[in-house]
Structures are given as structure tokens and as C-alpha cells.
């Protein structure tokens, strides 16, 4: 896992968006023949109206996993074509580096705010291997990353070391923590600023929204101004 697969740098780094905020993690309708596009259109209409600051697209709500390549971006094409001025951001997960790297390309090729993505499930690599996917991902990358921790799902989690390490790249923008062991008030005072975003970013400026909505009660400690939650959605 240490290894890293050789690709072309993106000579690009799109305009930094603030991953503050609510996003909404996306549900993905589904029909007997797969995703339900039209159900989709009028789910992006409704959540337009809500006062959401983004969207998560394919993400774990979202039911990537039960989506080949092809129609996980028919649903990322439906939601830009409905989202407007709403950022969306993409999920990326995979075990494949090579297969990551190019499905990046071809997810970046879209006006996205950035990409969800996750360690290699199942492979559960060490810190060292963890630091070198996530790097090659983000030298690779047009839009900027957030760091997925979902440690039960994958079977490996970021350490604080790791992500205090990860954080001064300039295109890593945000970490979402499924895992429960982000500390936000303490990473907020040690996360190191850099000019990777417009104006340098300070450690307030690095945000860690709580997920998995039980640890998204910890969107209510002071100073904590982000999150991703799921039930939202139910407003639907």
C-alpha cells in the first residue's frame, strides 16, 4: 500500500469551497431496473428549498456500493443538472488505487466541490500506507479531498497523527469523522494553516464534521460549525 501509482498531477486546483455547514448526505431512489432519476430530480428540487449548504452524492446514504460505474454517474449528472449554486461533493471509495485514480479523473471531469473518500476497505492498511493513498489522490486531484474516517466499514482508521500530517496538503480540506475520535476542539488548535487555500487556512478553518448521526451530536460543542447528517433527509 505504500507504493503509489504513477499519474499525471492535476495542473488545476479548483476555487476552495468551505466545507462548513449542514451537507446532506444524499439517499439514492431506486426502481426494480436501478437508480430512479426522476425521483431523484424532485428529492434535489425539495432539498434546494431547505437551506442545506451541500449535497453528498453516492456517499454511504447514498448506496454506492449497489451502483456500477455508469450509474453512479447518471446520478451525479442528475444531481448537477438540478443542484445550482449548491455544492456538490462525490464519494470515492474503492481498494484499487489504479482503478481509484482513473474513476477520479472521470468524476472530476464534472464541476464538483470536492470528493468523499474513504481508506481501502477490507486491505486495512497501516498509517504509512493510509498517508501515501490519501496523497496520491490529492496530487491527482482537481477538486479537493475530504477524508473519510469510517473505521467499522473499512477496517482502518486515520489517526490524529496521521490526519495532522494529511492536513498540510494543500488540496485535503476537511475530514469527516464516522469514527467517533475526532476531537474537534483539540484538532482545531493543532491543525497547521498553509497557503493551499485562499488566504492561508488556520486551524479553525479545517473542518470535522461529526457523522453517523449520533456522533453528530457533537456538532453542538462550541465552536463546531459543520456537519453531515443523514436525517435531515427525512424531512423529505
Known amino acids: 500500500m505504500s507504493s503509489v501509482v504513477q499519474t499525471e498531477t492535476a495542473t488545476a486546483v479548483a476555487t476552495p469551497v468551505s466545507f462548513h455547514g449542514v451537507w446532506l448526505p444524499l439517499v439514492t431512489p431506486f426502481h426494480e431496473d436501478g437508480p430512479d432519476l426522476f425521483a431523484?430530480?424532485?428529492?434535489?428540487?425539495?432539498?434546494?428549498?431547505?437551506?442545506?449548504?451541500?449535497v453528498v452524492v453516492c456517499g454511504s446514504t447514498g448506496e454506492a456500493a449497489a451502483m456500477d460505474e455508469y450509474e453512479q454517474l447518471a446520478v451525479l449528472d442528475t444531481v448537477l443538472d438540478e443542484a445550482g449554486p449548491l455544492p456538490v461533493v462525490m464519494g470515492l471509495a474503492g481498494n484499487h488505487q489504479r482503478e481509484v485514480l482513473r474513476r477520479q479523473a472521470v468524476f472530476t471531469s464534472r464541476p464538483l466541490a470536492g470528493l468523499l473518500t474513504p481508506a481501502?476497505?477490507?486491505?486495512?492498511?497501516?498509517?504509512v500506507g493510509l498517508a501515501d493513498y490519501f496523497r496520491a489522490l490529492a496530487d491527482a486531484s482537481a477538486v479537493p479531498l475530504i477524508l473519510y474516517d469510517i473505521p467499522y466499514r473499512t477496517g482502518a482508521q486515520i489517526e490524529t497523527s496521521t490526519l495532522l500530517a494529511l492536513a498540510e496538503h494543500p488540496n485535503i480540506r476537511a475530514i469527516k469523522d464516522c469514527g467517533g475520535s475526532c476531537a474537534r476542539r483539540s484538532l482545531r488548535g493543532h491543525v497547521p494553516g498553509h497557503a493551499g487555500a485562499a488566504g492561508g487556512r488556520g486551524a479553525s478553518n479545517f473542518p470535522c464534521p461529526g457523522a453517523d448521526d449520533p456522533h453528530g451530536l457533537r456538532g453542538t460543542e462550541p465552536g463546531a460549525t459543520e456537519g453531515v447528517a443523514g436525517t435531515p433527509g427525512l424531512d423529505a
Open 40 to 54: 431523484l430530480r424532485r428529492l434535489m428540487r425539495h432539498y434546494l428549498q431547505t437551506g442545506i449548504d451541500g
Open 120 to 127: 481501502p476497505y477490507y486491505v486495512r492498511p497501516g498509517q
